[in-house]
């Protein structure tokens, strides 16, 4: 005699928890990649308790946090490295000047 199982669904959808997006992004701004890291934390266990709509939502909120915390990261990089090059071009052409 088998024993009886519960009939089993189709397995549960993976949802990406976009938790590798949210530590890259913790090295570009890490104010906006921390709310990232923390809906990415929740997805693996709203699925584990079934809410699949619970894990979509904070799964794309951790993305959504994710891809700003990177662009606005890689804007601020651009605006640093522009004034650090623009302040040293400013100091060789003093400099150059007040040699002549």
């Known amino acids: 005699m ?21 530590i890259v992004s913790i090295f570009l701004f890490w104010p906006l990649a921390i709310p990232a890291i923390i809906n990415a934390s929740k997805v693996n266990a709203l699925l ?3 809410d699949y709509a619970g894990a979509q939502n904070a799964a794309a909120e951790s993305k959504k946090w994710s891809k700003l915390a990177i662009i606005i990261g ?25 040699s002549a």
């Open 2 to 22: 088998q024993p009886n199982y519960p009939p089993q669904g189709p397995p549960p959808p993976q949802i990406d928890n976009n938790m590798t997006l949210s």
């Open 48 to 50: 584990q308790q079934g």
């Open 74 to 98: 890689i804007c601020l990089w651009v605006v640093s490295i522009l004034c650090c090059g623009g302040l040293a071009l400013l100091g060789a052409l003093s400099s150059s000047s007040t």
